[in-house]
Antibody, heavy 123, light 110 residues
Framework: QVQLVESGGGVVQPGKSLRLSCEAS????????MHWVRQAPGKGPEWVAD????????DYADSVKGRFTISRDNSKNTLSLQMNNLRVEDTAVYYC????????????????WGQGTLVTVSS | QSALTQPPSASGSPGQSVTISCTGT?????????VSWYQQHPGKAPKRMIY???KRPSGVPDRFSGSKSGNTASLTVSGLQAEDEADYYC??????????FGTGTKVTVL
C-alpha cells in the first residue's frame, strides 16, 4: 500500500533553516509527481510546492518562492523540502502528497498524503 | 491566491444528507474541472473523497458525491453516519501551476 512518511520537523528560530524529508513506499516513486502541502494550526491546507516525476520541473506558492526548494532523489524514493529564512507564519504541519502519474492527465492536490511533520518557527 | 470559501459548519442527523459548498472564482473553480474534496479527522492526514469534481476514488462510499455549478462546487454526504463527522476541505487547480484550498467545514452528526 502507498505510504508516505515525513520527517525533519521541529522548533526553529525565525531566519533559520530546516530540511524536511518524505520517504515513499508502496508505489513506483519515480513515476509520480509530488506535492508539499502545509496546514497551520486551525487553518485549511495551503499548497506549498510540487515537482515533476523526474525532477525536471518545480513550482512554488508565492508565499515561499525564493526561500523554499523542493527536490527529489528517485534512487532513494525520497522527497525533500529545504526551507530557508523561516518566518513565524511558516509554522504548520507539513505534508507530502502524491500527485499524478507521469502518463496521466489528472490534476490533483494529492491522492495519498503522509501523516505530516510539525514545523514551529518561534523565537 | 485567496482561499476558497466554505461554510464553517454543517450538521445533520444520522441517515440525513448534508451538502457543503465551496465558492471560488472564474480563475479557479469556475475555470477548471479539477476540484477535489478531502475528509480530515482530528490529528489525521486528509483523505481524498472526490476528485475532478465528481469522481470517487475506489474505496470511498457512494454516499459521497460531488458537483459544480459556475464558481461553486458542492459535496453531498447522503445517509450520514457517525464516522462522517470530520472537517472537510475542497481544493481546486488555479492555473499557472497553482492550487488553492478551501477554508474548511466542520460536519457534525447530531
Amino acid at each position: 500500500q502507498v505510504q508516505l512518511v515525513e520527517s525533519g520537523g521541529g522548533v526553529v528560530q525565525p531566519g533559520k533553516s530546516l530540511r524536511l524529508s518524505c520517504e515513499a513506499s508502496g508505489f513506483t516513486f519515480s513515476s509520480y509527481g509530488m506535492h508539499w502541502v502545509r496546514q497551520a494550526p486551525g487553518k485549511g491546507p495551503e499548497w506549498v510546492a510540487d515537482i515533476w516525476y523526474d525532477g525536471s520541473h518545480k513550482d512554488y506558492a508565492d508565499s515561499v518562492k525564493g526561500r523554499f526548494t523542493i527536490s527529489r532523489d528517485n534512487s532513494k524514493n525520497t522527497l525533500s523540502l529545504q526551507m530557508n529564512n523561516l518566518r513565524v507564519e511558516d509554522t504548520a504541519v507539513y505534508y507530502c502528497a502524491r500527485a499524478a502519474a507521469f502518463d496521466s492527465d489528472e490534476v490533483t492536490t494529492g491522492d495519498y498524503w503522509g501523516q505530516g511533520t510539525l514545523v514551529t518557527v518561534s523565537s | 491566491q485567496s482561499a476558497l470559501t466554505q461554510p464553517p459548519s454543517a450538521s445533520g442527523s444520522p441517515g440525513q444528507s448534508v451538502t457543503i459548498s465551496c465558492t471560488g472564482t472564474s480563475s479557479d473553480v469556475g475555470a477548471y474541472n479539477y476540484v477535489s474534496w478531502y475528509q480530515q479527522h482530528p490529528g489525521k492526514a486528509p483523505k481524498r473523497m472526490i476528485y475532478e469534481v465528481s469522481k470517487r476514488p475506489s474505496g470511498v462510499p457512494d454516499r459521497f458525491s460531488g458537483s459544480k455549478s459556475g464558481n461553486t462546487a458542492s459535496l453531498t454526504v447522503s445517509g450520514l453516519q457517525a464516522e462522517d463527522e470530520a472537517d472537510y476541505y475542497c481544493s481546486s487547480y488555479a492555473g499557472n501551476n497553482n492550487y488553492v484550498f478551501g477554508t474548511g467545514t466542520k460536519v457534525t452528526v447530531l
